[in-house]
């Protein structure tokens, strides 16, 4: 009887934590969102054109796509302007991270497009699709 009463926990226990991290990883996220549009609000370098992933982008490559966003952000815009430092940030988060981590291929290693084999586009369409690869994220994330 207490075995079983210890496994229930433990399911129980299971089921909780995936539920906070999920939860942790969507505001995390909804975060980036916030930040984002504040960046593009004041965004004066729209003609400046930096290698954007696609919007498409394959579940596996999500990842790889961030680090390109992340990539781009950091060379090619001013960082240390606070708005931009703290999207990086939150671009950088661990949390963030795991919550665009889509890929459920096991060992499987994905062949995603070099960042700077990327088609260049401008510095609006850019942010665009930031969003867009962040919004999919928690909406992912919210149909858990």
């Known amino acids: 009887m207490k075995l079983v009463v210890i496994c229930l926990f433990a399911v129980c226990c299971c089921f909780l934590a995936n539920t ?3 939860t942790l990883e969507r505001k ?8 984002l549009s ?3 609000a ?22 790889s796509a961030l680090h390109c966003f992340r990539t781009k952000l950091q060379v090619q815009f001013n960082i240390t302007e606070r708005n931009r430092s703290k999207l990086y940030r939150s ?3 661990s949390i963030t991270e795991r919550g665009l981590d889509f890929c459920n291929s096991g060992n499987v290693r994905p ?3 070099d960042c700077d084999s990327h088609p260049k586009e401008n510095a ?4 665009n699709r930031l969003e867009s690869l962040i919004q999919r994220a928690i909406d992912r994330l919210s149909m858990n």
């Not at 729209?46 to 290698?51: A, P, V, Y």
């Not at 696609?54 to 579940?59: C, G």
Request: hydrophobic letters at 30%; charged letters at 20%.
């Open 20 to 22: 906070s991290a999920s």
């Open 91 to 93: 671009l950088n988060h």
């Open 111 to 113: 062949t995603c497009q």
């Open 124 to 127: 609006r369409e850019f942010f």
């Open 38 to 40: 504040v960046v593009k």
């Open 28 to 35: 995390k996220l909804q975060e980036v969102l916030r930040q």
């Open 42 to 63: 004041n965004l004066q370098h729209n003609e400046q054109m930096l290698n954007t992933p696609p919007k498409n982008i394959e579940d596996c490559c999500c990842l």
